[in-house]
């Protein structure tokens, strides 16, 4: 890629209420050029492109777009200029038909009134150019998602899109449709179309993309071609951990004492297209397991289907060995298992009520007396967990979404813990709180899996699931590549298993000189 | 309106409010209150024997008292964020079928559950369409509130259907301890909801599932059964209230029997402070912003002001209540 870049920037920075999103971000892409770009939640990728395409203002930097200084206004300022983006969740309009969608705001006009037969004879072309034939007629909503993005897509390269930016368009598409889609890509490209290609799956940033941008806590880490960083590298880079590693590994040794413990929970080969393809996990008594894996790799999905949150389509859990299939959450939380979601506002907390009708949720089927609330027994265990998590508030009235990230946790977590589970399921607990209350949180899990709690823990942070968990399943394109165990639980041995999808080496054995070692950013 | 129940007992935690919005957050809370208030006062000066019990029990209650019985179920459905806009025709199928019961020789005990049974009825098919099929909720209601009326009249012949019945009679006439049915009857509903709101593990699963439905479900609440729990009610309430409507006239009018109530319901717990958007419910405040709609209607038309003149202060109060709301914030 020697030719001179079509969209180029640097020195960029955003900050939302003080808090920075961007520092110092730059990143380029050439016409022709296929560029992954790549980052954890909150990296800063979503930020990075709403600032190039206008839907947010930079706070510095300089973007160079076609030759140009640009700083576009508004997604339809950059469309026009040739920048298009298609997100993850379609945006287009559902209940009109496909040709529509595509022709929208400069549809051909006869005599003041729309030319539909020239609207669906272009709108035809254009799909047909992406090898995707389909009555144009009907509404987009009856089309499966992957039509909808190349319907998507065929309407950005109608405004004549230079560059167009891809977020996660892969994310809710089967298998063959994918392939269908980086086809797609790879025609464009071979046109002289830039393309900026956002997705967690590594195996299709590697089959499709020419260069690559990795963003960590709002910084450019790396931007190589994509041949020159291997995928452990690209893994490392990600998540912020060099290869100096090895020293940090289980620095507890309740692994030997829960071995012997009798399995509580479960999964086998849960299945559901295409986000669970076989992921397996045991949970034994007492045993805090984890979760690791890449965005996308099916934690959080594994984790609500054996809570009975979603349904699969194949696969068994078993609970104290009985096979079981909870239809809801209220089944799992009658078999005494707690969940507690990742994402806390949209899942967790009951904004307008009190901590204290928040706190027994879950309980309130136990707190009934002729369906009148025990409000003496509610009171006693709401000030009982108030203390035991040392939760901060003026008082269990309090509404709970004035608290603070971490103390809102500590009542989730409080919520569960009322209920007197004997499996409870923690997915990123401890994302976006503070030291204090992630530090109180790991202390809490770890006692009470020593009380026997048995615990699945998902986490993005190794580090954590290093120093919490007595064995860590690693889960890659929604199967279990690898169960890590005491010693072999490492940052090492467990990005190799989210990059390569095999728990090749463990720690102890030295990695040899695998293409990895030789590579650095 | 002194309890929104989201809370429970006040403590000095609750009462903790950063001063600077205390005066919105006081309009919001309190404002139907302090207009029905400035409403009473004007009256007690202004109108000759308003201070009687029978103006205040026998008129200015008793005309509230229908709208203020279905605004109750409004409240919980709009409590699951919802809305039920059947209600009137519920009213008038309900009120068909009890004139009907007694017309046939029943006892009016029967017409009643006979004609609450076809309402809960009606309630089991807009909570079916809402939980089940995930219609929206106004859509959904939609479709009883048009054919609703034409079940009622075609059940009527389309034709008045004139009773003479004292037990049914009884529950839009009657009195008990010197109050009006009509009124007694809104304030047992009141009563009861405030209890079931504040104190039964429904009450919580109510506001939990209108607050956060997402959440709710992964706590365990049956989310569906709780919503369709709400539109039973609401049907059901809708019912009771075209039974009192027909016991006033002694006849079942089909073709007017509570027509537009749903619009006047939604208005009660609107400007009572609570957001259509769910996890909230104010059973003081709807029956309080019910009686000042029309203590402000009765007030307007006595002062000589032209009926729709009248509508038009009505919906500039809706606005400021509805302003005030989104200010509070």
């Given amino acids: 890629m020697a030719q001179e870049p079509l969209l180029r920037c640097s020195g960029m920075d955003k900050s939302f209420a003080g808090v920075p999103a961007l520092r110092d971000v730059h990143m380029s892409v050439a016409a022709g050029e296929v560029r992954a770009l790549i980052g954890q939640n ?70 003041g009134l729309i030319d539909w037969k020239a609207v669906n004879a272009e709108a035809r072309e254009r799909l047909a150019a992406l090898d995707v034939h389909v009555d144009v007629t009907r509404p987009l909503v009856e089309y499966p998602i992957a039509t909808q993005q190349m319907t998507a897509i065929a309407r950005a390269l109608s ?75 690209l ?46 996990v045991t949970l034994r008594r007492g045993e805090v397991v984890g979760l690791a894996g890449l965005l996308g790799s099916g934690r959080s999905e594994t984790a609500r289907a054996l809570f009975g949150a979603d349904p699969v389509t194949d696969g068994e859990i078993h609970r104290d060995g009985e096979p079981v299939r909870f239809a809801s959450p209220q089944e799992a939380i009658r078999a005494r298992i707690g969940f507690n979601s990742e994402d806390r506002k949209g899942e967790g907390i009951i904004p307008d009520l009190s901590v204290r009708e928040n706190i027994t949720l879950a309980l309130l089927p136990r707190l009934l007396r002729r369906g009148i609330v025990d409000r003496g027994r509610q009171q006693e265990i709401v000030d009982r967990f108030i203390r035991r998590l040392d939760i901060k508030l003026a008082g269990p009235d309090q509404k709970i979404s004035e608290l603070s990230g971490g103390n809102q946790q500590k009542v989730l977590l409080a919520r569960w813990l009322c209920t007197d589970p004997e499996v409870l399921i923690l997915d990123e607990p401890t994302r976006g709180i503070d030291v204090g209350a992630k530090q109180e949180i790991q202390n809490l899990v770890r006692e009470l899996a020593d009380d026997g709690l048995s615990v699945l823990l998902i986490s993005s942070e190794l580090e954590e699931l290093i120093t919490d968990c007595d064995r860590v399943v690693v889960l890659r394109d929604g199967a279990t590549v690898a169960e890590l165990e005491g010693e072999d639980i490492s940052e090492k041995s467990m990005l190799h298993a989210m990059a390569e999808g095999t728990a090749a080496t463990g720690s102890r054995q030295p990695s040899g000189s695998r293409e990895e070692d030789e590579v650095h950013d | 309106m002194t309890e929104t129940a989201t809370a429970g007992p006040t403590s000095p935690a609750a009462t903790r409010r950063p001063t600077g919005r205390s005066w919105t957050g006081f309009a919001r809370q309190y404002g139907a209150a302090a207009l029905l208030v400035l409403l009473l006062a004007y009256n007690a000066v202004f109108t000759r024997n308003f201070l009687s019990w029978q103006t205040l029990m026998d008129v200015q209650l008793r005309q509230a008292a229908p709208v203020a019985i279905v605004a109750l179920g409004m409240a919980l459905v709009i409590a699951v964020a919802g809305i039920d806009l059947s209600v009137g025709s519920v009213m008038a199928i309900a009120g068909q079928v009890g004139a009907l019961t007694v017309l046939g020789g029943l006892p009016p005990a029967l017409a009643v559950l006979l004609a609450l049974a076809v309402a809960a009825a009606c309630g089991v098919f807009n909570g079916t369409l809402v939980v089940r099929y995930g219609v929206q909720p106004i859509i959904a209601t939609l479709i009883l509130f048009i054919a609703g009326r034409g079940i009622a009249q075609l059940l009527s012949g389309g034709k008045l259907t004139g009773f003479r019945n004292p037990g049914l009679q009884f529950l839009g006439l009657g009195r008990i301890a010197g109050v009006p049915m009509p009124v007694m009857l809104m304030i047992v509903v009141a009563a009861v909801l405030w209890f079931v709101v504040r104190y039964t593990g429904y009450g919580r699963t109510l506001l939990a599932t209108g607050g956060n439905t997402a959440a709710a479900r992964l706590a365990g609440v049956r989310t569906g059964r709780v919503t369709m729990v709400a539109y039973i009610a609401s049907a059901a309430l809708a019912g009771l209230v075209g039974l009192v409507v027909i016991g006033i006239t002694a006849a079942s009018d089909a073709n007017n029997v509570g027509l537009g109530v749903e619009l006047d319901a939604i208005a009660a717990v609107a400007v009572s402070g609570t957001p259509l958007t769910g996890g909230r419910i104010s059973v003081v405040g709807t029956v309080v912003g019910a009686v000042m709609l029309r203590l402000l209607q009765n007030t307007l038309i006595a002062q000589g002001v032209p009926r729709e003149i009248a509508q038009i202060v009505t919906g500039v109060v809706i606005v400021v209540a509805l302003f005030l709301q989104r200010r509070a914030r």
Wanted: glycine share 6%.
């Fill in chain 1, 42 to 111: 909150g990296a800063g990728k979503s930020t990075l492109i709403k600032v190039l395409t206008g839907v947010y203002r930079r706070d510095a930097g300089q973007v160079e777009f076609a030759g140009n200084p640009v700083d576009f206004t508004s997604t339809q300022d950059a469309q026009r200029n040739g920048l298009a983006t298609i997100y993850q969740e379609v945006n287009l309009v559902p209940y009109r038909s496909v040709a529509e969608n595509i022709c929208i705001g400069r549809a051909r006009r006869r005599f």
């Fill in chain 1, 159 to 233: 405004f004549d899109a230079k560059l167009v930016i891809m977020d996660e368009p892969t994310s809710s598409l089967a298998e063959r449709e994918v392939a269908t889609l980086l086809d797609v890509i790879r025609r464009l490209r071979d046109e002289g179309v830039a393309i900026v290609f956002v997705s967690h799956r590594l195996d299709e940033l590697y089959a499709v993309c020419d260069t690559i941008t990795v963003l960590r806590d709002g910084r450019t880490v790396a931007d190589s071609p994509i041949s020159e960083l291997s995928r452990y590298d």
């Fill in chain 1, 235 to 280: 893994v490392s880079t990600m998540l912020g951990r060099e290869l100096t590693e090895s020293e940090r590994r289980g620095q507890h040794v309740g692994a030997t004492a829960t071995a012997a413990a009798p399995t509580v929970l479960e999964a086998r080969d849960l299945r559901r297209a295409p986000v669970l393809n076989g992921s397996s």
